[in-house]
DNA sequence: TATTGTTATACTCTATAACTATA
DNA sequence: TATAGTTATAGAGTATAACAATA
């Protein structure tokens, strides 16, 4: 029984959602939702940003932005600094709790997906190492 | 140069949150949350549920899916039924309206990656075929 | 004037607690 | 008593509109 190519993305969909889902429930710090980690996360990766920056980035409202910033700062992970070109601008960046909490969550995230990589057939592994490749591929056209 | 099983793990979740991103971007564009959807989801496939049988497989509070069924229902799209045996449960299924949006709003989200995968040579998308059962496998370990 | 950041306000989705009907 | 469904209420997270400061 062959599938059809439709299938075959719409089988993909699914079992990247389900994966993804799983793989975001693994977090270091519990009282922390999505927003505010994939923010320290566009920090970690890629530096300063300032607020509109960040709100472009993630796909969100200003305002919206701004109350995650607020939470993170209350919580100890960024900080504001003006920006010394530019009176309207506030640089955010991480703090090094901010930075610490980052590294846990990464690892804790990719312990969990460790370790059911280790357990499979070295075939299998080469076969996720091709698929993520062609994901990549896919995510990039 | 080969790599660690742990950097294969942390490919596979960076480009699993990657895929996972762009293909929740190709939004339904029909007025529907993602809970709804994956409500009509569940009940196209595995027929009628009880209301806490589809709280527990979407993983939300009874509260929160019976406000789910409600506005699904207003749209049209569910039905509730008494039950002929427990008096106690209702169930819930789709109605014509409801199977059609269902196989309407597949379409429409599969479209973006099923147009990408029908570019790559079969032997890649064999590749993807196989990844996807490994990744359903880790998903339910 | 345009841009950056912020405040005010409202809407959606979620949860817990409490209530009703039935087993 | 226990279970299924529902209602009441509150807490996140999001958005648009409006405002202040700066370019």
């Given amino acids: 029984m062959q ?3 439709a299938e075959q993305g719409s089988d993909l969909r699914m079992a990247v959602f ?3 889902r799983r793989l975001r429930a693994q977090k270091a710090d519990d009282g922390m939702s999505d927003g505010q980690f994939a923010v320290l996360a566009a920090l970690y990766v ?3 940003h300032t ?3 960040l709100a472009e980035r993630e796909r969100v409202s200003a305002p919206s932005m701004n109350r995650t910033v607020n939470c993170l700062q209350d919580s100890g992970y960024v900080e504001r600094s003006a920006d010394p070109d530019d009176g309207r ?3 955010i960046s991480l703090t ?3 930075t610490s909490i980052v590294s846990e969550t990464v690892t804790k995230r990719d312990a969990w997906l460790t370790a059911r990589v280790k357990d499979l057939p070295k075939e299998d592994r080469g076969v ?3 698929a ?3 994901m990549e591929e896919i995510v990039s056209h």
């Fill in 96 to 98: 090094d709790a901010g």
């Fill in 18 to 20: 389900r994966l993804s």
């Fill in 128 to 130: 996720l190492a091709r």
């Fill in 3 to 5: 599938k059809t190519i």
């Fill in 46 to 48: 890629d530096g300063a």
């Fill in 89 to 91: 601008k506030t640089n």
């Fill in 132 to 134: 993520v490749e062609l």
């Fill in 51 to 53: 607020l509109t920056g």
